[in-house]
């Protein structure tokens, strides 16, 4: 038997700005929260569904920039140009992380100013 990816957490200074940015993105709801700590996830599946969820962990010195875990997002039901734009209109940045302008992708940073990638291949939703 195999392990399973079932949360990813994000130490950060605001959990309410970042839960409801990443909810954005993915189209995750609020699933449970404690003080100081907000799990965001898929509305229909939760916690164990086949996506992970997103545990936004309030911490006094939450690193920032490039990190040895990022994420990388894929649109569901748009080309990449347009999921940019609503991207960077629900608080993305552009992340200089050394790019050539070559590539397929964009870096993005969030609120908070952790990268993550937008990839060019559409993806389908899950359900």
């Not at 070559?102 to 993806?123: H, I, K, M, Q």
Request: charged share 25%.
């Amino acid at each position: 038997m195999a392990c399973r990816i079932t949360e990813l957490v994000i130490d950060c200074a605001d959990p309410e700005r970042l839960a409801a940015f990443w909810s954005e993105v993915l189209g995750y709801v609020e699933l449970d929260r404690e003080e100081g700590v907000i799990e965001i996830g898929p509305p229909d599946a939760g916690f164990g569904g086949p996506q992970p969820t997103l545990v936004l962990s309030a911490s006094s010195d939450p690193r920032k920039g490039k990190l040895p875990l990022h994420i990388d997002v894929n649109a569901t039901d748009r080309d990449q140009e347009a999921e940019l734009e609503r991207l960077l209109a629900l608080g993305a940045t552009h992340a200089d992380v050394g790019q050539t302008g070559e590539e397929s992708w964009y870096p993005l940073a969030d609120p908070e100013g952790n990268e993550f990638c937008l990839l060019r291949t559409r993806v389908q939703p899950l359900g």
